[in-house]
């Protein structure tokens, strides 16, 4: 008895082994490295708020410093009166920074289909990087302390920093297709987490020369990074005159590979083109319109779900150093090293589930079962002891079932949803459909951080932990439409491939 074509499960690496060039792995490092190094510039500032917090309060209220005096001569640059209200304003800045980012993916997702995406993505880093310099070197060596002046900067950073996740996901689109994406966008996705350890890493070795020093590597190492991205990024396999995404109809299980998971699994088995680059035209495909990739198929229920993820994610992400350091009284260098071990959890999780979604040509039940271990994970690591070898683990742990899902939505379920029936063959939907599913992230992230403060100052640690359990369930309820019905159409196939036997 014959299967129906979608009940025809192929080896997911096969097409993917069988048209890799070395422009592929070129692009794959790219793009990987372009956006680690835009993370590591992030991860700097939340790896030095201690320090940051103790040059913004007046010595005499600094265990780390002498009192000097006269007072108003040493203190008059400072510019809050206790550690309290530096750590809101941190908050504040964070929560401010996130807001940019998310209004910024909005539009740099529209921008990135339409104008060329190696121009965008370098602009994006190089600017930024100089945004950085200013914001933590220069203002430090010119002892320029203003409030309003970082937050202006912090805004701009935001919307240049925004240029880069749509822009990287868009281009990956273009070269990788189906076959494997979970795997290799699973894999690809680690830049984040690959960014995050590199930050802390460079900011843990020049610490002890000035949180300035932290910031004037990251933003270096960024700017050559850009500058490298100009030159040497390829957007797409015509600049290289390879044949684009789908064009090889010869090999069936290829044309299989390629179907998407976010289409109607009840379609009839036709020869439909589900290539992300349009073929058989030389003309550029025209781009999506917002409100059109807001109504594709799962596009708001993923970014709802990723607004909840995102802000749990993205409060490790800028809030586990300074947790460790205050809650646990480590040394600010040590928390930054230890805090890795979040970001290597997630490298693992999203690669395995990644492959696991591979396997199963479903996301959204792997999503569930993470998010469901995420859950238990919380509450052990909200009661990690004062030990940095079990807390390392519970942390990697934790890591491992939140940040894996978050890898995955970020990426492999975004070119998932930017390719459906409603916009085949047309790559201009990627980059605004990843906007869209990243921008309602950080909203939600922007949000959360702002009210992490509050409610650290307010009720205390743990009950910022009681928040994320709470998030992560949220998570969990917005894909519940999506997790029946692809655990429906798994049942499916299970009894088709019974009979069929």
């Known amino acids: ?78 510019l809050f009166p206790n550690a309290e209200e530096a750590t809101l304003f941190l908050g504040t800045l964070d929560t401010i920074f996130l807001f940019s980012y998310a209004v910024g993916l909005f ?166 083109n589900y290539s992300i680059q349009a073929t058989d035209t030389n003309d550029q495909p025209k781009a999506i319109g917002f409100f059109q990739a807001c109504c594709l198929p799962g596009v708001v229920l993923y970014s709802l779900a990723y607004a909840c993820l995102k802000m749990v994610n993205y409060s490790f992400f800028f809030w586990l150093p300074f947790y460790l350091s205050n809650n646990f009284g480590w040394k600010e260098a040590e928390a930054d090293q230890l805090s890795i071990w979040y970001d290597v959890g997630g490298i693992v999780g999203g690669t395995i589930q990644g492959l696991i979604s591979d396997v199963l040509q479903k996301r959204a039940p792997v999503l569930a079962i993470s998010l469901l271990f995420a859950v238990g994970s919380l509450f052990g690591y909200s009661r990690s002891p004062n030990s940095k070898p079990i807390n390392a683990v519970i942390m990697a742990i934790t890591g491992f079932f939140i940040g894996g899902p978050s890898n995955m939505i970020s990426s492999a379920i975004s070119a998932d949803l930017g390719r459906q029936d409603l916009v085949k063959g047309s790559s201009e939907a990627l980059a605004t459909v990843t906007g869209i599913v990243d921008g309602t992230g950080s909203i939600g992230a922007a949000v959360g951080q702002y009210l992490v403060s509050l409610i650290q100052e307010n009720l205390g640690w743990m009950w910022v932990f009681y928040f994320f359990i709470l998030m992560t369930s949220s998570t969990v309820l917005f894909i519940s439409p999506l997790i029946v019905k692809e655990i429906r159409l798994l049942l499916h196939e299970r009894r088709l491939r019974m009979l069929a036997e």
Not at 143 to 172: D, I, R
Not at 245 to 270: H, S
Request: net charge negative; charged share 15%; hydrophobic share 45%.
């Open 107 to 272: 539009v740099s997702g529209i921008v990135g289909d339409r104008l060329n995406l190696r121009w965008v993505l370098s602009f994006g880093m190089c600017s930024s990087a100089l945004v950085v310099f200013f914001f933590g070197t220069l203002t430090e060596w010119l002892h320029f302390y203003n409030k309003w002046f970082y937050c202006c900067l912090w805004v701009v950073n935001g919307l240049l920093q925004s240029t880069g996740w749509p822009c990287v996901v868009a281009v990956m689109g273009n070269w990788f297709g189906k076959a494997g994406r979970g795997f290799v966008f699973g894999l690809w996705s680690a830049c984040a987490s690959v960014g995050n350890i590199l930050g802390a890493f460079l900011a843990s070795c020049v610490l002890k020369y000035g949180y300035e020093y932290a910031f004037l590597v990251t933003a270096s190492v960024q700017f050559a990074g850009g500058v490298i991205v100009f030159f040497g990024l390829l957007t797409s396999p015509k600049e290289v005159g390879l044949p684009e995404l789908g064009a090889d109809e010869d090999d069936r299980v290829e044309e299989d590979a390629n179907r998407p998971l976010m289409g109607d699994d009840d379609a009839d088995d036709d020869d439909r």
């Open 1 to 78: 008895m014959a299967l129906p074509g979608n009940l025809r499960r192929q080896p997911a690496n096969r097409g993917l082994v069988s048209h890799c060039t070395h422009h592929h792995i070129v692009v794959f490092l790219l793009t990987f490295f372009s956006y680690s190094l835009l993370h590591a510039s992030r991860k700097t500032f939340s790896n030095v708020k201690v320090s940051i917090s103790s040059q913004w309060t007046p010595f005499c209220l600094n265990s780390t410093a002498p009192e000097l005096q006269p007072y108003e001569l040493w203190n008059s640059n400072h």
